[in-house]
Structures are given as C-alpha cells and as structure tokens.
C-alpha cells in the first residue's frame, strides 16, 4: 500500500519487460499515462480500489498486449469512448463495478455489446 507516494515520470522506466501490474488499494487519484508509458508489454492492470474518477481517453493505448484491466470501487463518473474503443478492440477482459459511470448513448451502447459478449 501507498499512502502519499508521488509516481512521477520515469518510475516505471526499469520495469519495460513488466506483464502484471496490480495498484489496488493505494489511495490513487489520478493515473498519468505518461508515467506508465514505459510498461509496453503489460498483460494485466489492476487499479481496483483507490479514489480514480478519470480515465483519460487515450489511457490505455500504450498497452497493446493488455489482456485484463480492472478499476473497480473507484470514482469513475465518465467511461471514455476511447477506453470502451480499446477494450473492444483487443478482447481485453475488463470490470468497472462499483463505480457511478454515466455514459450518454453511444458509449453506453457499445458498453452494452461488450458486456454481452
């Protein structure tokens, strides 16, 4: 657990060959991509259970082998389209429960369809 802990840019620059990165419980805010860019080759991201309410829209486009993302029990209000897009897009295994998403009808749409499948 981290309590207070800045995570700035070039914190993960000697993890690149990282597959598995689990963040859960660490009272995180915000997540930058830019401070996780070096993690190219990330299979699994776990951000369950910190105080996240925004997931930029191009947050996980540095992540092309992601396989399972989970964020649940945060604050997210807003699901970007293109994190839906990305999701989608690479058959990523994602939850988001627990958290108060409010999306309008095209992203709640193709949430909607990738829930169903």
Not at 18 to 33: G, T
Not at 37 to 54: C, F, G, H, Y
Not at 73 to 90: C, D, E, Q, T
């Amino acid at each position: 657990r981290c309590s207070k802990f800045p995570v700035s840019a070039g914190f993960f620059s000697n993890l690149r060959s990282m597959v598995e990165l689990d963040l859960s419980n660490n009272k995180l805010v915000v997540i930058s991509s830019n401070v996780m860019a070096p993690l190219t080759q990330l299979e699994v991201l776990r951000l369950d259970d910190n105080r996240i309410s925004v997931l930029a829209e191009d947050f996980l486009n540095g992540f092309p082998n992601l396989t399972m993302f989970s964020a649940e029990r945060n604050h997210v209000a807003i699901l970007p389209l293109g994190v839906l897009s990305f999701l989608s897009k690479y058959s990523v295994d994602w939850t988001l429960a627990s958290n108060p998403i409010h999306c309008d009808d095209s992203v709640c749409s193709l949430s909607e369809f990738q829930l169903s499948q």
